[in-house]
């Protein structure tokens, strides 16, 4: 018997008309008449459920030689059939199709459509949730407050299953980590890829939650990387020695512009030579002068103590990590130029290289390629698009500086695209080779190891990167 199954509400006459069309066109020649078959809301019904609304439908069921099923889906949906027919003697084919032509499943046969899509537009002191429920047609929004996850808790358990798009903010982890035991798929969008959210006429948060919860339920949601939690944990230390370098570079600027207003800066100011300095130059200073140069110098002492500790804590947690990551460290460090703090900046940004296709993708993640403009005939070429971490273009800018100074061959790169491009220009391009290297490294797991064997006509040197997994391996340059 051809069978009939029902999903979501949907009208009795809507249903019953297309039910009884169909069966009409196919009783002529393939089976006999049948008992009338009703549908209700009577207990017991198969089509009776939390998302079908009451219905009646009564109409005539064919015996058919082969395997039918109607699905009807949602208000307004298509009705989808699928047709196979049984082997065996004396079974009419139930229909001619043109000859060549392929026969597809239906999408509502290969996944059941009862499945609710939250789109989640993230604030720092609220969020509004936005629905759509494919098996009712209903969408609906609800605002919460970020400082009740429990009431947050309660309306997601209310929706399973269901799954959640968030855009990756700066504050949305404890949502993620709140959400991943309840949602059936949680997805991270990208913000910088959904340019629409933000070129709207109209944006509210209400419209913002809902057009993620569109775009997760077309599967068409830009999506962003989300880091694992040792490399999270990473990334944290690193920054935090980052951000406290560069609390203390803005002090030792301070202090020189203190005293190049007086014509008192010395080029060795922070280091030995340096304090004998200032101690002789006091008294060219007025009070005031003097207090602030001093509070100065008390908190850089503070900023140093930290650096240190967080050298400390860095130090500890790369010995605390798993034997794959410690040899990361060991190839990373073994170019030149590239100390260990380097390479925790490298690592912790860039976590796993296999999630890059090639040289050009990693670099493009560091803001280190061109950006340009072309219309028609006309291309103009711009600098460097400075997308992703600033910690990792300053890094390896870095270890480019210290790597024209300790390698001949890099050295030579340096020189040559210095003499076309400029020294600003060049060394943003050896840092960009630089991490070129790295990746290349990272993905053969092989380490770094420097030849220079003359070219053809006997001038210059060339750089080769060559596997070295049995020997030792140490660092070429001082730590960052």
């Not at 990756?168 to 949680?186: G, H, M, V």
């Not at 913002?208 to 949601?221: E, G, K, M, R």
């Not at 800066?265 to 004998?276: H, I, M, R, V």
Request: overall charge positive; charged content about 30%.
């Amino acid at each position: 018997m051809g069978q009939l199954k029902l999903w979501g509400p949907e009208s009795e006459r809507r249903i019953a008309a297309r039910s009884h069309r169909w069966l009409r066109r196919r009783q002529r020649g393939l089976g006999r008449r049948s008992q009338a078959l009703t549908v209700g809301k009577e207990a017991g019904s198969p089509t009776t459920g939390p998302g079908v609304k009451s219905m009646r439908i009564v109409h005539e069921v064919i015996e058919l030689p082969f395997e039918h099923t109607l699905v009807v889906q949602g208000p307004g949906a298509r009705t989808q059939r699928h047709v196979r027919t049984k082997k065996g003697r004396n079974h009419k084919a139930p229909a001619r199709r043109r000859k060549g032509a392929k026969t597809r499943t239906p999408r509502t046969l290969r996944e059941a459509p009862i499945m609710r899509f939250v789109g989640i537009d993230l604030h720092k002191r609220s969020l509004t949730a936005c629905v759509i429920d494919r098996s009712t047609g209903e969408t609906f929004a609800r605002r919460f407050p970020c400082s009740q996850p429990a009431e947050i808790v309660g309306f997601f358990e209310d929706l399973r299953p269901f799954r959640a798009v968030v855009e990756a903010t700066a504050t949305y982890d404890w949502l993620w980590e709140l959400l991943e035991p309840l949602a059936e798929r949680l997805v991270l969008a990208h913000p910088g890829k959904i340019r629409v959210i933000a070129e709207s006429m109209k944006k509210t948060d209400r419209s913002d939650a809902a057009f993620l919860a569109w775009l997760l339920s077309q599967d068409s949601v830009p999506q962003a990387h989300r880091p694992s939690r040792w490399q999270r944990e990473y990334q944290h230390l690193v920054r935090h020695r980052c951000g406290l370098v560069r609390q203390r570079s803005k002090l030792k600027t301070q202090i020189r512009a203190l005293l190049s207003a007086r014509n008192l800066d010395a080029k060795s100011l922070f280091s030995a030579q340096g304090e004998k300095h200032l101690e002789r130059i006091r008294g060219n200073l007025s009070a005031a002068e003097r207090f602030r140069l001093d509070e100065l110098l008390a908190l850089m002492k503070v900023l140093d103590e930290r650096v240190l500790s967080a050298d400390k804590a860095l130090s500890s947690f790369r010995k605390a990590a798993a034997p794959a990551e410690r040899k990361n460290h060991r190839i990373v460090t073994s170019v030149p130029g590239i100390g260990p703090l380097i390479a925790d900046v490298i690592i912790s940004s860039l976590g796993d290289v296999a999630r890059f296709r090639s040289i050009g993708k990693v670099k493009a993640y560091a803001g280190l390629v061109p950006g340009f403009r072309e219309s028609d005939k006309k291309r103009k070429e711009l600098g460097i698009t400075k997308q992703g971490s600033r910690d990792l273009r300053w890094s390896l800018v870095q270890a480019a500086w210290r790597a024209t100074r300790l390698s001949p061959s890099w050295e030579e790169v340096f020189a040559r695209l210095a003499r076309r491009r400029g020294r600003k220009k060049a060394v943003t391009a050896v840092a960009a080779r630089l991490l070129g290297v790295v990746y290349t490294l990272l993905k053969k797991q092989t380490t770094y190891r420097e030849r220079l064997p003359a070219r053809k006509n006997g001038v210059g040197r060339a750089l080769v990167a060559a596997a070295l997994e049995k020997q030792p391996t140490r660092g070429h340059g001082p730590s960052a």
